[in-house]
């Protein structure tokens, strides 16, 4: 449960990247805004690293292109194309994506309890942040799934491949964040020209992005992310667009509806209701982390 509840934070301090990336950052530049959030900090986490065979620097650099790279790319895309929380929405199709990749990747067949947990988040966070009269860009939309597509496969090969043993989580962070942050680094040069001007609010949104909102966040996703299953990661990511909207609440003034709060309740039951699932397996002494996944999600 500690390490549930620690890997939480990660969704959590995500779920800002909506609000500053709106209200700070230049609103034409998602690639840029991109950028500066991960690399940064990646080279910064690696100024004392010891950098690993060429076997391991290449599955690294790989997961992150996935987890960081096409991730935060897509995410941003999806950020300044769709109005209000409607990208954090579609995150909640991850849990989803995560179980039809390790049925299809592993074989492991969901239960449909499972299934039905997973499936009642979307409408939830559909009633929790889309308004009738909203106009749905169809480029964000499709780059807001495939940002899920993107960090579910990315977190699934993270947990495959696992990292040295020798190797400190800062270092596997690092690693990730400048090897997604170099691909970004490239596309934002092709696609966008220059990096943008460092007015104050620009500052103060790539410093937070930087440095809450992905190197805190990842280095604690990462530090956990060997002790949960690819399934109770994703259905933590559901605490992102809950904080996302939770925000917006708060800071801009919003007010929740009665339909909203409809929506917030079946998120929660959603999230609770897998680690329910998941917690009524115990592993035995001699059971690992995925033998209890597997008891839970085969049929």
Known sequence: MNAILLAAMAPVLWGTTYLVAQHLMPADMPLWTATLRALPIGLLMLLTARIPSAKWLLRIMAAGVLNVGLFFALLFIA????????????????????????????????????????????????????????????????AALLSCSSLALGTFLSKEWGKPSDMGVHTYTGLQLTGGG???LIMALVFEGQPPTFTSSVTLGALWLAVMNTGLAYFIWFSQITRLTTTQLAFLGLMSPVTAVTLGQILAGEVFSPVQWCGMTLVLL???????????IKPQPHQSTANVSAELIKD
């Open 182 to 184: 170099v691909v970004l």
């Open 79 to 142: 950020t300044y194309r769709l109005p209000g929380g409607i990208a954090a929405t579609l995150g909640a199709t991850m849990p989803v994506q995560a179980i039809m990749l390790m049925w299809i990747a592993k074989g492991q067949q969901p239960r449909p309890v499972q299934l039905i947990i997973a499936l009642l988040a979307i409408p939830g966070i559909g009633l929790l942040v889309l308004a009738p009269t909203t106009h749905l860009d169809p480029v964000g939309l499709v």
């Open 270 to 280: 959603s999230l609770l209701g897998h680690q329910f699932l998941t917690l009524r």
